[in-house]
Every structure is written in C-alpha cells, then in structure tokens.
C-alpha cells in the first residue's frame, strides 16, 4: 500500500512538472540514500534543510529534511504537494497564528509565525501526502530528537 501511495504522489508531482518543465530540463535519477545525502547537514539555526532538485518560475520540487520544529508558514503564491518519505512528525493545519510576520527570506508573500491554535493536526509517516492550498497556515512539529524526509513540490498559481 505504502508503495501505491508514494507512486500516486510521484505521478501528481511529475504532472505539475509537466506543465513547468521547460526544454532546458535534463533527465535526473536519484536513489533515496543520495538525495537524503545533500540534506544530510543541519543548518546552524536548526531550520530545514532543503535542495532544489528542479527550479522554475511556476514550480520547484526540493529534498527536504527537518530536524526540529518549523514556524507557522503561510505562502500567499505558492500551493505546496508534500511525500513524507522517512520521520514522523505532526502537522496543524489553519487556524489562527500568533505573531505573523513576513518571511526575512525577502520572498513576496511569504510569512511565518511563533504558533498556531484552533487548527487540525494530522499525523505525518512515511507514504502520506498532502496538498496544502496557497494562504492556508501550516506548521509541522517533530517529536524530540526527530527527524523528518519528505519531497515538497511547489506550484505557483
């Protein structure tokens, strides 16, 4: 089943980068222990670790790891299409977030805030997937000592 799942996930991905993909894409192969190798080191402030795997205007697709709790994010441009690939974390979606402040990242329309309450949390495991709407906040919480792989499409639209 966890197979089905991550295949379904891969294939919507793929069909947003169809619609992104320009003709200066090259063909790329990554084994699961090479791309868990470039997000391998935590940055010095503990945010997430991220590489672009494919990056364009409309869409990007990027390895992520996480090693400690994010800030409430909010994106104003961007819809995010999430895999959890490895980890175990908890993410709350909505509700209302406590000190909301744009991102110092300089990018347009992108906040962050300290927390958030009245949301919903859903479990993150290996083989979930998530569709998170532009505008709608989102914070993802690891457990202590927890660690956190998943692939993070992003379409602007």
Do not use: C
């Amino acid at each position: 089943m966890r197979a089905i799942l991550l295949a379904v996930a891969a294939v919507a991905g793929l069909s947003v980068a169809a619609f992104a993909a320009d003709k200066t894409d090259a063909f790329k192969y990554m084994t699961k222990e090479q791309a868990f190798d470039l997000v391998k080191t935590p940055k010095a402030d503990g945010s997430a670790t991220s590489v672009f795997y494919a990056n364009h205007d409309v869409f990007s697709e990027q390895i992520v790891q996480r090693t400690v709790s994010g800030k409430v994010e909010t994106h104003e441009l961007w819809t995010d299409y999430m895999v959890i690939v490895e980890g175990n974390a908890t993410i709350t979606i909505g509700g209302t977030v406590k000190n909301n402040a744009k991102n110092p990242n300089g990018q347009a329309g992108e906040w962050l805030g300290e927390s958030s309450t009245g949301g919903k949390v859903y479990e993150l495991k290996p083989g979930v997937t998530m569709i998170i709407p532009k505008g709608l906040p989102h914070w993802m919480q690891l457990p202590k000592n927890g660690k956190l792989h998943y692939v993070a499409f992003k379409y602007k639209g």
